[in-house]
Nanobody
């Protein structure tokens, strides 16, 4: 079983950048596909990005493609989400998630979750 802790959220102006981190413990992160989801107030949790266990394959939601980059450092058991050209509609709580195999965009198919980190983009 793996525990996930996110960090790096905060308040940023539109057009700015933030980098989120997700530290894994309890089990090597290399055992898991890792992903980032987000949930805005009053909305369902939605997929943002995911990366394969080796880091060789990544997948993005259309809404973030070209602006967000997911990466991982398995030696540090950490996954990152670099967010550039932020927009007000990116405001949400961002959650790190892990699952054993396969990149899936449905949140219910992910097994482990962090507590979330708030990202607020002011216009």
């Amino acid at each position: 079983q793996v525990q996930l802790v996110e960090s790096g959220g905060g308040l940023v102006q539109a057009g700015g950048s933030l980098r989120l981190s997700c530290a894994a413990s309890g089990s090597a992160s290399s055992n898991y596909v890792m992903g980032w989801f987000r949930q805005a107030p009053g909305k369902e949790r939605e997929f943002a990005a995911a990366i394969s266990r080796s880091g060789g394959i990544s997948h993005y939601a259309d809404s973030v493609k070209g602006r967000f980059t997911i990466s991982r450092d398995n030696a540090k058991n950490t996954v990152y989400l670099q967010m550039n050209s932020l927009r007000s509609e990116d405001t949400a709580v961002y959650y790190c998630a892990a699952r054993g195999l396969g990149i899936i965009t449905t949140s219910g198919r992910w097994n482990y979750w962090g507590q979330g980190t708030q990202v607020t983009v002011s216009s």
